[in-house]
């Protein structure tokens, strides 16, 4: 990578640098510990999300990085190479879409096909009346299943674990995680979900496919995996990080268009949960996406419909059976649909709580090897299938209502009314929601016009044995998603509550299940906007708009008093450098300039630098930057003989590129335009290389010389040594930095023209807590107040 430093060796009298430890910040370093290669893998194994602090991350450069070379390229680009490359980020666009449409309709048929015949099989155990025999294949299947997904995760792909959700956040906030778009990335994503998700346990493919849609998009924009790249000149020019974030953010709504069915619905997602960055152009690509993928979608669905593709019919595809229901609803309704969103926002604040509990402990777990993370993810499969066979046999059996428009009693296909252990003309409610698929269970609790189908003994069991579920298997190491363990909870108690309130209200109860798992999401996850349309594509029920504002608004509003969002905790937990929108108030008290005196002295260059000194400053040092600094230049003006000038920043990944190309001036001068392009290329100095190889450097080549004029980024951005820290912050977010120049307000002669350098890591909260414990104090204060 970019960050990545070469290891130096000189090759014929000098000794071979030694690559030192890793320790303190990637980013600002002192001298003297000595870094050249350095271990870049996440520690998100299945730690998968309870994973231990990674402080070790570097950043992503987002910033236009304005030498001469890009310069030239740019004023020379012709129209057509202009519409060449427009045209090509569309053809990507719609190559994110298509394959995610493609890899989604896959997982959606080897889901459905696999857990229903899983079913099927033990259905004919049950009426058969063999139950210990279907319990043993039942329990056996899902353990083979989950054993499947769990060794794929822990043996060759760890970042593969969890929903990758808050990964993809991170990485379009300009944190650049390691290994978590990579082609077996992409693989044991793909057969890990369907593995988790067939072996019944709580949780969904919603996420994954979020992960899956990015994958495929980094994938694409780099031509291929690591190893085996396509070197099309054409498809260099998307190897950077500014490019591939934007066609990671189309492949993140394609994701959730391709979950939930819902293109405008992706759309929003990415721009309210995911993309700290965004323009028009972006949104107009990332709906094309969607609107590819929707269309692979409905065109699979008709195909399957026609009973071409096994069990798979109706499942597959969440899609809330509310759509032919008449919405009516008075003013008075108002106060029972703010006691959903009330509900919401306090269970999924609870639901935050605990589960950041149970992934600290599992950290704990995950720590001891991969013996042990297999063996948690069995028992969670054993925990959970138990529970789905035995609890239905707790409830009562019903009789099936003669004025019911469904079979029923039904022990196959798709079905609100399962039979399971009761006698003909008769039904299990409790069967009905958790001896099925995830994706029917979702169907059969959403049902209209249903309200006498559950019981409340029936939906209260459903809603504790769901809690239990969601905060036990979140974290266990396979793909795993938090969408569909919060609606089937959301919708459980909002069905509850319909029940309580049919006497006041003439709101449906399937109504009641989707505001109720609304608002757990939004209580939870803390979506409204992007949220609100998914549920009303999925409802395609304009009327419910404005209750479903309502509950949303409510829920986050709850929420958001008690803790954070669910996906900001795992981010907290996992250590990724992540900077929110709005800077901690006691930022105001500090300046830059004084967090630069904390640090150690900037590390500078000059124009034309001795190899030497270049080598020096690689193996002693960390900096992924260093400013460029020209002595002696004589001002336009004539006014000062001798100023000291700041050229700009060059990176070190193009210093380690100097190295290995040896372009290197046996005398100290200044370069032509002409041989700095023989030898360099601005999209190769910009694309973001896997390895860097080792280089030689002899005694020789050590007294030689190298112009880094041409290679340094003349327009970095700076800022003054009195800003405030806070103010630094929203600037560094928001356009998408790495590094930020500070620079003093006063220079005198004799004075270094930069004051200081900024990183992410030293934006963090926790950094600066550290280097001004006063802070800390006046922190706690606030807090008390």
């Avoid at 057509?80 to 569309?90: A, E, R, T």
């Avoid at 989950?146 to 990964?167: N, Q, R, S």
């Avoid at 608002?519 to 349309?533: E, K």
């Avoid at 300046?591 to 260059?605: I, N, Q, R, Y």
């Amino acid at each position: 990578m970019e960050g990545d430093s070469s290891l130096l060796e000189e090759a014929t009298a000098g000794p071979k640098l030694e690559v030192g430890e890793e320790g303190g910040d990637l980013e600002s370093n002192t001298l003297h510990q000595p870094l050249l290669k350095r271990n870049r893998t996440l520690s998100s194994n299945p730690l998968a999300l309870v994973g231990a602090k990674v402080s070790h991350i570097e950043s992503l450069d987002y910033e236009i990085n304005e030498n001469e070379l890009f310069k030239h390229d740019w004023r020379s680009r012709s129209k057509f190479q202009v519409l060449q490359y427009i045209f090509f980020k569309w053809t990507l666009a719609l190559l994110v879409g298509l394959l995610t449409g493609l890899i989604a309709t896959f997982i959606n048929l080897a889901v459905e096909n696999i857990a229903g015949y899983k079913i099927l099989a033990v259905v004919r155990f049950i009426e058969n009346k063999r139950y210990l025999t279907g319990l043993a294949y039942f329990t056996g299947a899902n353990i083979l299943l989950t054993l499947f997904a769990a060794v794929l995760c822990v043996c060759f792909a760890p970042t593969a674990a969890g929903p990758g959700i808050p990964e993809v956040k991170a990485y379009l906030n300009g944190v650049d995680t390691p290994n978590m778009f990579g082609v077996t990335t992409l693989i044991v994503k793909i057969f890990g979900s369907i593995g988790a998700v067939s072996a019944g346990l709580d949780l969904g493919k919603e996420g994954p496919l979020v992960h899956i849609g990015c994958c495929i998009a980094s994938l694409l924009a780099q031509g291929g995996p690591d190893n085996y790249r396509l070197k099309w000149r054409w498809l260099r020019h998307f190897n950077n990080d500014r490019d591939r974030r934007d066609i990671i953010t189309c492949g993140a709504s394609s994701g959730v268009c391709a979950a939930f069915r819902s293109p405008v619905g992706g759309v929003l997602f990415a721009l309210e949960e995911v993309a700290t960055w965004w323009r028009s152009a972006l949104l107009w690509r990332t709906f094309f996406s969607t609107a590819v993928v929707v269309v692979i979608l409905r065109a699979f669905i008709e195909i399957c419909n026609s009973g071409k593709c096994g069990l798979f019919g109706k499942g597959g595809l969440i899609m809330f059976d509310v759509s032919n229901v008449v919405v009516t609803y008075h003013v008075m309704d108002v106060i029972p649909i703010t006691i959903v969103g009330i509900l919401g926002g306090i269970l999924g604040s609870l639901y935050n709580y605990f589960l950041h509990k149970v992934l600290v402990v599992y950290n704990l777990i995950n720590q001891k090897g991969r013996i042990h993370k297999l063996l948690l993810a069995l028992t969670v499969s054993i925990f959970t299938s138990v529970c789905l066979y035995g609890l239905p046999f707790l409830a009562k059996c019903q009789p099936c209502h003669p004025s019911s428009r469904e079979i029923c009693p039904t022990n196959t296909g798709s079905g609100n009314f399962k039979q399971f252990n009761c006698p003909d003309g008769h039904y299990n409610d409790l069967a009905t929601l958790l001896f099925t698929t995830n994706d029917d269970a979702v169907r059969n609790i959403f049902s209209s016009n249903t309200p006498e189908e559950f019981q409340p003994a029936s939906l209260l069991i459903f809603f504790v044995l769901y809690c239990i579920l969601g905060l036990v298997t979140f974290g266990i190491a396979v793909p795993s998603g938090l969408f569909l363990p919060i609606i089937l909870m959301g919708s459980a108690y909002g069905r509850l509550l319909g029940i309580a309130m049919r006497s006041y209200t003439k709101i449906d109860q399937g109504l009641y299940a989707v505001l109720g798992a609304a608002s757990l999401m939004a209580g939870s996850m803390r979506m409204t906007v992007s949220l609100c349309v998914i549920f009303l594509e999925l409802t395609n029920n304009l009327l419910l708009l404005p209750i479903t504002m309502i509950v949303l608004l409510v829920s986050k509003t709850v929420g958001d008093s008690f803790n954070p969002s669910i996906y900001e905790i795992i981010l907290d937990l996992k250590g990724l450098p992540f900077l929110d929108a709005n800077p901690e108030p006691w930022m105001r008290n500090l300046t830059v300039g004084e967090l630069a005196d904390a640090k150690p002295p900037v590390v500078t260059l000059c124009g034309v630098e001795k190899v030497s000194r270049i080598v020096e400053v690689l193996k002693n040092t960390t900096h992924n930057a260093f400013p460029v600094v020209d002595e002696g230049v004589v001002t336009p003006m004539g006014l000062a003989i001798g100023s000291t000038e700041l050229h700009g920043l060059i990176l070190r990944a193009h210093l380690a590129q100097v190295l290995k190309k040896k372009w290197f001036l046996t005398e100290k001068r200044r370069t032509e335009e002409w041989e700095v392009r023989e030898k360099f290329d601005w999209v190769e100095l910009a694309e973001r290389d896997g390895t860097m190889e080792e280089v030689a450097v002899t005694r020789d080549e050590m007294e030689m010389y190298v112009d880094l004029h041409p290679l340094t980024n003349t327009t970095p951005y700076t800022v003054m040594e009195s800003m405030s820290v806070a103010k630094a912050m929203v600037l560094f977010r928001q356009v998408g930095l790495r590094h930020m120049l500070i620079v003093p307000k006063y220079h005198e002669a004799g004075v270094p023209p930069v004051a200081g350098i900024l990183t992410r890591q030293d934006l963090r909260a926790r950094n600066i807590l550290l280097a001004f414990p006063h802070l800390e104090r006046s922190k706690n204060r606030e807090k008390r107040h």
